[in-house]
């Protein structure tokens, strides 16, 4: 019976930020698992290669060009998902950005970009999801990627910090508000990993090793160590679990 709970065979998403790194990790697991996907990012070239990776395992991959800092993108592709998967299931809110910079040279602008990707969009697509999950009637699974850095803090991405705390409130006051629909609303809170995204922190020496001594399992976190989290998240699995963040750091945060 457990075994059946994590199956996706037959349920619909979308995820965002899926052509690489942490995104496209997720995305092969749900794949695997048996979900139908719309994938999005603004690279379609790179969409197009994760597209024909995923269809080895057999479902429906569909590709589509989004802009996560513009609206109508954003609109576009909750309806676009809709109408060519039938209906939605779930959605995982990843897509991202990061500014750096210490806090007193740190711009406006940076700080404003990264709230209009890392938050404003997320609301909006979560927001355009649960509209149709409520229509739909038969509830739904909402994931967004949190970070580590919203309890944690760090330094020289006062931006990209501060974002994160406001998805990891923003986690819960979903989760309030939609759970009479039947519709979770979780968080993933990466530590940190070897992604583009953390590739100027690695080249930092004294940094990098800094951070890996607060990993009790004395590595870095790679994009498959995801996968089991999202299909967990998504699945019937966690029926009874919403409102939290699921933090996937080697053990950082305990140290």
């Not at 496209?24 to 695997?32: F, I, N, Q, S």
């Not at 406001?166 to 989760?175: D, E, F, P, Y």
């Not at 100027?200 to 800094?210: D, L």
Request: proline share 2%.
């Amino acid at each position: 019976m457990i075994k059946e709970k994590f199956s996706l065979t037959g349920s619909r998403g979308i995820i965002t930020g899926a052509s690489r790194g942490l995104g496209r990790g997720m995305a092969e697991g749900l794949a695997e698992m048996g979900a139908d996907l719309v994938i999005t990012a603004k690279n379609m070239d790179l969409l197009e290669e994760v597209s024909k990776e995923l269809r080895k395992f057999g479902g429906k991959i569909v590709p589509f060009r989004a802009d996560a800092g513009n609206d109508d993108d954003v609109s576009r592709l909750a309806e676009a998902a809709c109408n060519v998967l039938g209906g939605i299931d779930f959605v995982i809110c990843n897509a991202g950005i990061i500014r750096r910079g210490p806090a007193h040279e740190h711009s406006i602008k940076d700080f404003d970009d990264v709230f209009n990707i890392n938050v404003r969009s997320v609301f909006l697509l979560a927001q355009k999801a649960a509209q149709i999950m409520i229509t739909q009637g038969h509830g739904g699974s909402i994931v967004i990627t949190d970070s580590i850095v919203s309890v944690h803090g760090s330094m020289n991405v006062p931006g990209y910090t501060s974002s994160k705390g406001a998805v990891n409130s923003l986690i819960r006051a979903l989760a309030n508000d939609w759970g009479q629909y039947g519709i979770r609303v979780n968080g993933i809170g990466p530590g940190f990993c070897e992604t583009d995204m953390t590739e100027g922190v690695r080249g930092n020496s004294e940094r990098y090793r800094y951070l890996s001594s607060r990993m009790a399992l004395g590595r870095w976190g790679r994009p498959d160590d995801f996968a089991g989290a999202a299909v967990y998240l998504v699945s019937d699995a966690s029926s009874y679990v919403t409102g939290t963040t699921l933090y996937i750091d080697g053990g950082f945060l305990s140290m």
